[in-house]
């Protein structure tokens, strides 16, 4: 017997809920609406309502902020990755199937130096990095 629960995009959560339950603030979720990336649901008083996915969205958001890339970028890529799995069980769906670098089960980790700021040293010797 199957019900609204196991729904994946059900929305079974409160802002409040939901926030405790991946490690983050309710105005991390407001900010993961305004960046577009997930649109919860309003309960009839008007209270926002998450589901699993869109809160499976937000935890891979913060682990990419983690890594130190920007908001609107992590935004950008958790879409395209939720895209790119949509499609592969489409295919898998439609009776394809996918190789093993096809698979987007897990997403890709970020390499930790891109979030590093490198500053290079000034072209003329006779001026310090902080000197105008």
């Not at 902020?65 to 895209?83: F, K, P, Q």
């Amino acid at each position: 017997m199957s019900t609204a629960f196991d729904n994946a995009d059900f929305p079974a959560y409160t802002m409040g809920r939901a926030a405790d339950m991946i490690g983050v603030t309710p105005a991390f979720l407001r900010s993961l609406g305004t960046a577009g990336l997930i649109e919860p649901e309003r309960s009839l008083g008007g209270h926002r309502r998450y589901s699993r996915h869109q809160l499976q969205l937000a935890t891979r958001v913060r682990q990419l902020l983690d890594d130190g890339i920007l908001l609107t970028a992590a935004c950008r890529i958790v879409m395209l990755e939720d895209r790119l799995a949509a499609a592969h069980r489409h295919i898998l769906a439609l009776g394809g199937t996918l190789t093993a670098e096809d698979l987007a089960d897990l997403p890709t980790q970020t390499h930790p130096d891109i979030a590093t700021t490198h500053y290079y040293p000034s072209p003329r010797p006779d001026r310090s990095p902080s000197a105008p």
